[in-house]
């Protein structure tokens, strides 16, 4: 891959300034866990396993300059409520005792995501159908984990496999990140994609040329309901209407098994501005009132299989998943 999500290096964490793809590619420097949440909230940052690689390396930040560590990790984990990678990472560079020992733990977060995108990678790449269209939504890649990706682990792993499949992308309203990252993240590595506004979805779904759709996931409940980007569950609908495997791809950090069901997970609720604004420029009557949920909740009874680094799980997914995280 030709960019990287963040990096940790000369005692700072650097980070790709998402909001500025794809017409720029400039990065921001944060050196404390007061910035680095700052960074996570505004979406410098984003995806789920790539904001608990950053939270990690911000609970770090604040231990190297003795900065109050209860509050740091308050402050990390309250930036975004709903991707459970962050709490999970934070607990585990928590559990480090001294500057340098959460330093390397959240080192090894990061090594242990890029290696996980690998291992969802090969065990997705062989439930792709060969030759057929495959749909995602949002940005599961590089961009949105340590590198490789979730979703698109598991595209490039069928393309590398030898696979011909044809890559279709939602555009992902409001804020675009089908559009503004996807197709530019996989341009990148040469690989031909078509967006779509996601309104489209559906009929190409009907339309017979898509064979699988691959999503990624911000916190998956312990009987396989998942949470990721808006708008995954209407396409989760629609590939159901129209037989199409649906599939989700994540790490067994993004697995919580201590929320029963969907309806626990907590969404997060963004700006009206995204809603009423395209860019700088207002498209909404002044004064409405917005809904912009920023994830959804697919039920399991939709999901043909949950794709992680330690294996597939299927329906049922509660004691699949628990031998999973368990393992
Ligand atoms: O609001 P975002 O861009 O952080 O939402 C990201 C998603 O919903 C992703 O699909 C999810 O985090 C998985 S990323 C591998």
């Known amino acids: 891959m030709s960019f990287r999500t963040l990096e940790f290096r000369d005692g700072a964490?650097?980070?790709?300034d998402q909001r500025k793809l794809p017409s720029a590619v400039e990065?921001?420097?944060?050196?404390?866990?007061?910035?680095?949440?700052?960074?996570?909230?505004?979406?410098?940052?984003?995806?789920?396993?790539?904001?608990?690689?950053?939270?990690?390396?911000?609970l770090a930040l604040a231990a190297l300059h003795g900065e109050d560590?209860?509050?740091?990790?308050?402050?990390?984990?309250?930036?975004?409520?709903?991707?459970?990678?962050?709490?999970w990472a934070l607990e585990r560079v928590g559990r480090a005792r001294g500057a340098e020992a959460m330093l390397a733990e959240a080192r090894a977060i990061e090594e242990e995501d890029l290696a996980s995108c690998k291992s969802i990678g090969r065990f997705g790449a062989a439930l792709v159908p060969d030759g057929a269209g495959i749909l995602t939504h949002?940005?599961?890649?590089?961009?949105?984990?340590?590198?490789y990706g979730t979703a698109l682990g598991v595209i490039r792993a069928a393309l590398e496999s030898g696979k011909k499949?044809?890559?279709f992308a939602d555009e992902t309203r409001p804020w675009l990140q089908g559009a503004r990252l996807t197709a530019w993240e996989l341009l990148q590595d040469g690989i031909p994609v078509t967006l779509l506004p996601d309104v489209a979805a559906a009929s190409l779904l009907a339309s017979g040329r898509i064979g699988c759709v691959v999503v990624g996931a911000d916190r998956i409940a312990r009987n396989g309901d998942t949470a990721n980007k808006i708008g995954t569950y209407p396409l989760a609908l629609a590939a159901h209407a129209a037989s199409v495997p649906?599939?989700?791809a994540a790490p067994t950090s993004t697995i919580d098994l201590g929320t029963l069901t969907g309806k626990d997970i907590p969404i997060e609720q963004r700006g009206a501005e995204e809603?009423?604004?395209?860019?700088?420029?207002?498209?909404?009557?002044?004064?409405v009132q917005v809904f912009n949920p920023a994830f959804d909740v697919t039920p399991a009874?939709?999901?043909?299989?949950?794709?992680?680094?330690?294996?597939?799980?299927r329906a049922p997914y509660a004691p699949g998943l628990a031998a999973l995280c368990h393992h």
Do not use: W
């Open 13 to 16: 964490l650097t980070l790709l």
């Open 27 to 58: 990065y921001i420097t944060v050196t404390s866990a007061r910035e680095t949440a700052q960074a996570i909230k505004d979406m410098v940052v984003r995806g789920a396993p790539a904001i608990g690689c950053t939270a990690a390396y911000g």
């Open 69 to 87: 560590l209860a509050e740091a990790a308050d402050l990390l984990r309250r930036a975004r409520p709903t991707a459970v990678n962050l709490a």
């Open 138 to 147: 949002c940005n599961a890649g590089g961009l949105a984990t340590a590198g």
């Open 165 to 167: 499949c044809t890559v």
């Open 246 to 248: 649906f599939f989700v």
């Open 275 to 287: 809603v009423t604004h395209l860019g700088k420029s207002r498209v909404a009557a002044e004064g």
């Open 301 to 313: 009874r939709y999901l043909a299989a949950i794709i992680t680094e330690r294996g597939i799980a």
